[in-house]
């Protein structure tokens, strides 16, 4: 089967405008995932939700792929790309599902970004990309904003439960999910890496195909809207736009700019749901920014 190189065709700075393009589109059809999980997660289970979700994506993605009709990735890539679907769209998934039913989105925020942070480091020695001083320092300030607005949105304290438990495994697998994926980038399209890690996650999530098809039967339009919209949009599109902003730039640095999901999800919980900020969290994502800014200088 004939492999993809994925060397850009692009001027180095006009490569790097694209590949910060593409990683601010994805933070932010991601943090319009927490609106989406919260919404259909009172009608689908956290199992069923997941492997909803997933469907979905790799439909989607299933049919771009035909339309393009673009090869396969060679052999050797598969057992990574299956691996990071695993992790990365089926376990994050459920876990991520399942915590934000036991716990309120500031305290879940604040569990899952410790995502980043292990990504650094993780990169930083299995990657060999090194501990850059901007990118460590900028990591710091900007989990510290989200510490604010864990802080700020908590309701119940950021106390001990199996909810944190089920956060810090999310972020677990996250790291795990981006750093097996980044070498394989060098060799497969955005698309094919994202189309079957996708299809890899959905088949993982079978086993709760029960739940989905109870949820289903169950749930109201508005509940199985947002399953397609988090299958299209944050999974389908924002995991390509993901992948090609990866492929341009280190595991590490891509990993800090998600430290912005927390205060756009913020604002879209504003926008969409009515919930309006505490002040602090609004402190908390200023410090997002300043942080993503430093770790990308």
């Given at each position: 089967?004939?492999?993809?190189?994925?060397?850009?065709?692009?001027?180095?700075?006009?490569?790097?405008?694209?590949?910060?393009?593409?990683?601010?589109?994805?933070?932010?059809?991601?943090?319009?995932?927490?609106?989406?999980?919260?919404?259909?997660?009172?009608?689908?289970?956290?199992?069923?939700?997941?492997?909803?979700?997933?469907?979905?994506?790799?439909?989607?993605?299933?049919?771009?792929?035909?339309?393009?009709?673009?090869?396969?990735?060679g052999r050797r890539d598969l057992p990574a790309i299956a691996i990071c679907g695993v992790l990365w769209f089926g376990l994050y998934s459920i876990a991520l599902n399942d915590a934000?039913?036991?716990?309120?989105?500031?305290?879940?925020?604040?569990?899952?970004?410790?995502?980043?942070?292990?990504?650094?480091?993780?990169?930083?020695?299995?990657?060999?990309?090194?501990?850059?001083?901007?990118?460590?320092?900028?990591?710091?300030?900007?989990?510290?904003?989200?510490?604010?607005?864990?802080?700020?949105?908590?309701?119940?304290?950021?106390?001990?439960?199996?909810?944190?438990?089920?956060?810090?495994?999310?972020?677990?697998?996250?790291?795990?999910?981006?750093?097996?994926?980044?070498?394989?980038?060098?060799?497969?399209?955005?698309?094919?890496?994202?189309?079957?890690?996708?299809?890899?996650?959905?088949?993982?999530?079978?086993?709760?195909?029960?739940?989905?098809?109870?949820?289903?039967?169950?749930?109201?339009?508005?509940?199985?809207?947002?399953?397609?919209?988090?299958?299209?949009?944050?999974?389908?599109?924002?995991?390509?736009?993901?992948?090609?902003?990866?492929?341009?730039?280190?595991?590490?640095?891509?990993?800090?700019?998600?430290?912005?999901?927390?205060?756009?999800?913020?604002?879209?919980?504003?926008?969409?749901?009515?919930?309006?900020?505490?002040?602090?969290?609004?402190?908390?994502?200023?410090?997002?920014?300043?942080?993503?800014?430093?770790?990308?200088?």
């Open positions: 089967m004939a492999t993809i190189e994925a060397a850009p065709t692009v001027s180095p700075g006009r490569d790097r405008t694209l590949a910060l393009g593409a990683a601010l589109l994805t933070v932010t059809l991601w943090a319009s995932a927490f609106v989406g999980i919260r919404s259909a997660g009172r009608h689908f289970s956290p199992g069923g939700l997941a492997l909803g979700r997933q469907l979905v994506g790799a439909a989607a993605l299933g049919a771009l792929v035909l339309f393009r009709r673009e090869p396969l990735p934000e039913r036991r716990l309120d989105a500031g305290t879940a925020s604040m569990l899952v970004n410790v995502g980043p942070i292990l990504i650094a480091l993780l990169a930083g020695l299995l990657l060999r990309e090194g501990f850059p001083r901007s990118l460590l320092a900028g990591s710091a300030v900007a989990f510290a904003g989200v510490v604010v607005i864990g802080l700020a949105t908590a309701r119940h304290g950021l106390t001990p439960s199996w909810g944190a438990v089920l956060c810090l495994l999310a972020a677990a697998a996250y790291a795990g999910g981006v750093v097996t994926q980044k070498p394989a980038l060098a060799r497969v399209s955005p698309l094919q890496m994202t189309w079957l890690a996708c299809t890899a996650g959905a088949i993982s999530c079978l086993p709760f195909a029960g739940s989905l098809a109870h949820d289903v039967g169950e749930a109201p339009a508005d509940a199985l809207g947002w399953v397609v919209y988090l299958g299209i949009v944050p999974t389908a599109i924002g995991f390509i736009a993901w992948a090609f902003a990866l492929s341009r730039t280190t595991a590490g640095r891509m990993g800090s700019t998600t430290y912005l999901v927390p205060p756009i999800a913020i604002v879209l919980g504003w926008l969409v749901l009515g919930e309006t900020p505490p002040a602090l969290a609004v402190a908390g994502g200023a410090l997002c920014l300043v942080g993503v800014a430093l770790s990308r200088r």
